[in-house]
């Protein structure tokens, strides 16, 4: 076969496949908690999911495992697309209706939980993957029994909290809102809906205003609840299943520096069936979506279009350079 032949072959067979892969790029998936008030599965994951502190943990992680701690920013629904109240049952609202995180759905008076007083609060909401999207928060009706599964009917109808895009600072979500006055042990539940994506994430925030009686069912006041530090997110990065798919996890552990977001992760390796996961199996990922920054959108597979296309020039500058040395040959 002649050199020209030789290295159209090559550019056939590499450079086309690595274009049409290119061209299959899909958004990575976001990832993220509740950290103030503290989320349930946050506050494990700050124990330790090997061997959590409170007895609300230990019992969380006896339902569910540690690895579900350790994947503490993946409470999702992958196809959601604003429909939330429809989709996750009563009863199962703390793990969205995934069995793998089963053991946030314990009815219990003692989780670990944060202060809180009626009146204007700043949350913060731990964005591992940022995209944009809208977050709302409800909060329980002062009839709720935290010793009784959770119920949507349990929280009120209407958000309190509504914001879309809201700006981040050092890896947070960051924005403000008006609790309403309450008294003793509530939860606070919060939908992330994405608008780049019909992915939606969620937690279930214990906390209490004024003093913790322990509630129903309760011998003693519950333990304050603590999110992960940073320093804490990277020790368990390891050992978190939140990662590419089939691919090295360098990528997803770098690159948020230009927002100050923590590492970018895509979609969790865990069970892809679709009786998990809400009924919805998990988007295709790749390790190279570059979607680190807040508001990581639909433009972003052409970025990869563009990788390809540079491979193409660079096997186009290979074959001149062969196609060069072959006539020299010729010429001798």
Known sequence: MSARRKVASLAAAGVAPLALTALSVTPAAAHGSMTDPVSRVSACFQEGPESPRSAACKAAVAAS???????WNGVNIANAAGKSKEIIPDGK?????NDKYKGLDLPRADWPS???????????YKGTAPHKGSFELFVTKESYDPSKP????????????????PKMENGDYVFDG??????????????????????????????????????????????????PSDQDIAAGADKSSVEHHGHGDADAKTGAEATGAAPAADEATGDNRPE????????????????????????????AIGGAAALAVGAA???????????GRHGR
Not at 93 to 97: H, R
Not at 188 to 194: L, M, P, V
Not at 205 to 226: E, H, I, L, Y
């Open 276 to 303: 998990v996961n809400g009924g919805a199996e998990k988007p295709v990922t790749t390790a190279n979506d570059n979607l680190a920054e807040t508001g990581g959108n639909s433009n972003t597979p052409y970025i």
């Open 65 to 71: 495992g540690a690895q579900a701690f350790y994947d």
């Open 93 to 97: 609202l703390c793990s969205a209706g």
């Open 114 to 124: 944060s202060k809180l007083s009626a009146g204007n609060h700043t949350f913060r």
């Open 178 to 227: 008006k609790i309403p006055a309450r008294e003793g042990r509530h939860l606070i539940y919060s939908i992330w809906q994405r608008s780049d994506s019909p992915e939606a994430f969620y937690t279930c925030s214990d906390v209490v205003f004024g003093k913790d009686s322990g509630g129903s069912g309760s011998a003693a006041p519950a333990p304050a609840a603590s999110a």
């Open 150 to 165: 959770l119920k949507w009917s349990d929280l009120e109808e209407k958000p309190f909290v509504k914001v879309t895009d």
């Open 317 to 327: 500058a290979m074959f001149a350079t062969t196609r060069r040395r072959a006539a």
